[in-house]
């Protein structure tokens, strides 16, 4: 079995770690996908004004909708692919200034945390989401979601035999974020931001 740490270390790609995780777990959320495309789509425009060396290849996410051209123009729901697009702009030169892409790596590092939130309790985690979904929901600003996913996911891993354990920490927070933009997909380009940060904490720019 790969070394799941190991290769999160060394890569240090929780973005497109998590949007592998997307794309590989199955969703019949017509919503969901198209929300995962338009936040790829983002992705990929937003790299191509970042700095950074290695090679960065976005043609494996099989996810994106060859319909959709990534110019900034197309609408969803009455907005532009410029929702969110100040976050990630924070968040994409940190994330992979500097760091090469291994696509089959990322793939199987995905594969491996699928396999284990495949194993985690299902009643908790939906409890979890419902309930971190109600909260977003209800909450005005955006401000507040760092702290709200902060504590479901320290309610979650102590809930969870093992959770301590860094690979399972991360498959159970990627699928608690999943589970609640499968509940509410307007939500996901605004949780991916905020999981960033969660991931990696105040980077010096």
Known sequence: MMDVNDNINAFSQPSILFLTFLQQTPSHNPEFKRELQLLTCDMALQADQCVYSGEMDYS??????PNIECDGELE?????????????????????????????????????????????????????????????????SMQTWPALLRRSVTELINCVPGAHNEQVTMALTFSLVKAVCERAPPLLRGLFSVLMQYIYPARPR
Request: no cysteine; proline share 3%; aromatic share 0%.
């Open 60 to 65: 494996d996410h099989s996810m994106i909708d």
């Open 76 to 140: 969803a729901d009455g907005h532009g692919l410029s929702i969110q697009r100040n976050l990630l702009q924070d968040i994409l030169p940190q994330a992979h200034l500097g760091l090469p892409v291994n696509n089959e790596v990322i793939r199987e590092v995905a594969a491996e945390l699928i396999t284990i939130a495949d194993d985690l309790n299902n009643t908790i985690m939906s409890r979890a989401a419902d309930s971190l979904t109600s909260e977003l929901r209800r909450t005005s």
